[in-house]
């Protein structure tokens, strides 16, 4: 039985794609489809996880193109970042020579794959002609008052000897290493993405066809809220305490105050008390508790300051404690503990022994005592005010106004929108990344570097320890230059910007990659954008979408788009599982998808992976799905040698149907049920057999999903052209009706029997053929026909007497 030869035939077929530049996208007068799938850090192997991804974008890629779209399909490589660094430190070897050379290796397994790519339009963040631009963004926004630099509390990964952003920062870990993060003060440059809170907040109403979980992530992340400032203070020194709380209303019954562990007053208040060393020491474990009670519950962790701050309603002096289930990342990094009405406070009071009072009440019920609570009570709509002065009596929400509008009277606070999002820190310590085109000059301060210098450029000689601090300020060549402005001596910055300025905007960069005076055509740009349909993980779901909306309407403001938001369509595939685990190398479960494509093809690979779930959810992974999948190549392969001169009407009216279902299927991702569809079909051909027409369809269905394998039949049937060019097959709603159907005969509402009839059958001729069926007559001997019921298309009733 003759089985296709994959090896050749991929091989053949990715040659002659690149030989006659089949994907390579140019502006034409057709409708645009750009399609993106987020580019890989070069790590040297591709993984399953990209096989997915990238193999549901091209599928969706050829779709669109043989449905007569322009297709932008490109593909990059988001090569700067630590772990280069890490090589060069372990190996030995430069960061650029070991980027570039695993650069290349994805690059010839991601061809292997057959992937629709543009490759002339393929960036390396790492080069320079590329980096250059995230210069000068960087500059343009420094010009708007977007970015600054400031002396703060910071996030520092001790392992990765950097800053992390508050993003970055995942349950008190390193997002890359899972190192516990330390908190550090260092002058740092910032991007005040800040400025466009609202719009981003806003413009997620735009986002339609964005999964409702990923807007919802960004919308917490922002984290919008309406509520009141009020304003403590120690009682020592008198300094302002500020804190903020959607629950003003509670203010009487606050019996302690919360600091974060990084809150920048935290070290004055516990200055020369009994308690400092003990309070610096639970400070600076303050990641690692975070770290490890996100593993079970949230943690309960906190130390008494030995100070007091004074309430500014009742002039009562309260504790202040630090503990770590208060964040610098939302609010002010302090809060009002009012125990008795939030859940949060009263499992710390009731672990730290701290006292309780009641200053809501439940509307008609019972007064609560407090020593009995055995949860906060929350109600913020239908409790009433009580132990709150001329307040008392009052429903909690008419008094959350009246309060907050008080208290803003007398100077004790203020109403405020507060947001969770903070400006974004983008200075690292470290050499693989791009140079930040600034220096510092004695006399002239911070100075631009001129756009006419761009790029300020990695030097080759950098010294890579491991320890920390950036190996850019141990390049003497690098850090002492001129000043732009006086020609006196000055000093580089020796920071380089966090990876994901890299990947805020290559989207754009795609639309015009040799582009040599500006990121971006903006021609080039107007055609191609918005991204028609982005596919990428969940787990970027804040950090990488997020600035990328952030700088696309940075360029929008700047004139250079006529848009707001880059992506109009999201997919987030799910991952891909070995033995109900993440396949991961520290696991064992890993699958080299280079040894699949040895042993089965790329098309056989593709299909299964394709076929196995739905693009959305998670992929269990089983090799007797990958060997279902080529016997079902085969089965389709051997039909060319076996066409009929005609098909009969049943298998095109099978035709037909598939066709819709398919193009339904695919059109929404469906790419499980499509293949379903097209297997069934496949049946159907070997009961009736299929002549040329019929195959030409199935395999341009089949097409975008095994883009080899139907290339090569496609030529052995006689056709010239590639099969991409041929477009997508359409259907006949008339050949979707059923030519012949069955029709229930029933007598006194019992069956007797069942017909089958033409579908255009008129309503008399029915009865007749009802009436005199065979298995129908002795029912009706001797009886008289009272009434037919007729219900079109699916039962006939004969009522008898």
Not at 177 to 185: D, G, T
Not at 468 to 494: H, I, N, Y
């Amino acid at each position: 039985m003759e089985q296709y030869d994959f090896s050749r035939i991929e091989q053949k077929w990715q040659r002659i794609w690149e030989e006659k530049g089949v994907f390579r996208a140019q502006r034409d007068p057709r409708r645009k489809f750009y399609c993106l799938e987020m580019f890989p850090y070069p790590s040297g192997k591709i993984h399953m996880g990209h096989v997915r991804n990238y193999t549901i974008g091209d599928v969706y890629s050829r779709y669109k193109s043989l449905c007569g779209y322009n297709v932008l399909h490109p593909m990059g490589f988001d090569a700067f970042g630590q772990p280069a660094e890490n090589a060069a430190i372990k190996n030995g070897t430069k960061p650029d020579v070991w980027t570039y050379k695993c650069i290349e290796e994805m690059r010839v397994e991601l061809k292997k794959m057959g992937f629709s790519y543009d490759w002339q339009r393929e960036v390396a963040t790492c080069d320079s002609s590329y980096y250059r631009w995230n210069q000068w963004i960087f500059l343009k926004m420094l010009e708007k008052g977007l970015a600054y630099k400031k002396a703060s509390p910071v996030n520092w990964c001790p392992s990765c000897a950097t800053t992390l952003a508050n993003e970055e920062v995942i349950d008190g870990g390193c997002w890359r290493c899972h190192s516990p993060v330390e908190q550090r003060r260092l002058e740092q440059w910032y991007l005040k993405i800040t400025q466009y809170q609202e719009r981003l907040l806003e413009d997620l109403k735009k986002l339609e066809h964005w999964p409702e979980k990923v807007r919802a992530m960004q919308e917490n992340w922002l984290g919008k809220s309406e509520g009141t400032e009020i304003y403590f203070r120690e009682k020592n020194n008198g300094s302002v305490i500020t804190v903020f709380t959607t629950r003003p209303d509670t203010i009487f019954g606050a019996t302690y105050l919360v600091m974060a562990p990084e809150h920048p007053l935290l070290p004055e208040i516990i200055k020369g008390r009994p308690q400092e060393n003990k309070v610096k020491e639970f400070i600076s474990g303050a990641g690692a508790r975070r770290k490890a009670s996100s593993l079970s519950e949230p943690g309960k962790e906190g130390i008494f300051t030995g100070a007091y701050a004074v309430n500014p309603v009742n002039s009562e002096s309260v504790p202040i404690w630090t503990a770590d289930y208060v964040l610098t990342g939302y609010g002010t990094g302090a809060v009002m503990a009012v125990p008795t009405h939030d859940q949060r406070d009263f499992l710390f009071a009731k672990e730290h022994n701290l006292p309780l009072r009641i200053v809501i009440q439940s509307a008609g019920e019972p007064g609560r005592v407090a020593e009995q609570m055995a949860e906060a009570y929350e109600d913020e709509d239908n409790g009433i005010l009580v132990n709150s002065g001329d307040f008392d009596g009052l429903p909690a929400g008419e008094a959350r106004e009246k309060i907050s509008v008080w208290m803003e009277k007398e100077g004790m606070g203020r109403k405020v929108t507060c947001w969770r999002l903070r400006d974004w820190l983008i200075s690292r310590q470290r050499y693989w990344g791009t140079p930040i085109p600034v220096i510092y000059c004695r006399d002239c301060g911070i100075v631009p570097v001129p756009y006419e210098h761009l790029p300020v450029e990695l030097p080759d000689d950098a010294p890579f320890t491991g320890e920390g601090g950036s190996p850019l300020g141990k390049v003497a060549e690098f850090v002492e230059t001129v000043c732009p402005k006086c020609s006196g001596k000055a000093r580089r910055e020796t920071d380089t910007m966090a990876t994901f300025f890299d990947s805020s905007w290559y989207f754009l960069r795609y639309c015009s990659p040799g582009e040599i005076s500006a990121p971006f055509n903006g021609a080039d740009a107007a055609y191609w954008m918005p991204v028609d349909q982005y596919i990428g993980g969940i787990e970027h779901a804040i950090l990488h979408l997020l600035y990328s909306r952030f700088f696309t309407k940075f360029f929008s403001d700047l004139g250079m788009l006529k848009l707001e938001e880059p992506f109009n369509c999201l997919l987030t595939q799910g991952m891909v599982l070995k033995d109900g685990e993440v396949m991961s190398k520290s696991r064992g479960n890993i699958v080299d998808p280079d040894s699949m494509i040895r042993r089965y093809g790329a098309d056989t690979l593709r299909l299964f992976i394709l076929f196995a779930a739905p693009p959305e959810t998670e992929l269990e992974w089983d090799e007797r799905g990958l060997e279902g999948a080529h016997r079902f190549l085969n089965r389709v392969w051997r039909i060319k040698d076996n066409l009929v001169p005609s098909s009969p009407e049943s298998l095109l009216r099978a035709m037909h149907r598939m066709v819709k279902k398919v193009t339904d299927e695919a059109e929404n991702f469906k790419f499980n049920t499509a293949i379903a569809a097209m297997m069934e079909f496949v049946n159907a051909v070997y009961q009736s057999g299929a002549d040329r027409e019929v195959y030409s369809v199935l395999l341009r269905l089949l097409a975008p999903f095994v883009p080899h394998f139907c290339e090569e039949l496609w030529e052995e049937t006689g056709h010239k052209e590639t099969i991409f060019v041929s477009g997508w097959p359409s259907y006949d709603p008339e050949m979707l009706r059923e030519s012949t159907l069955t029709v229930v005969v029933q007598v006194n509402s019992r069956v007797r029997s069942k017909l089958r009839v033409p579908a255009d059958i008129n309503e008399e001729e029915l009865k007749r053929l009802a009436r005199f069926d065979e298995q129908v007559l002795p029912w009706l001997a001797g009886k008289n026909i009272k009434n037919v019921i007729v219900v079109p298309g699916k039962l006939i009733n004969i009522v008898t007497v």
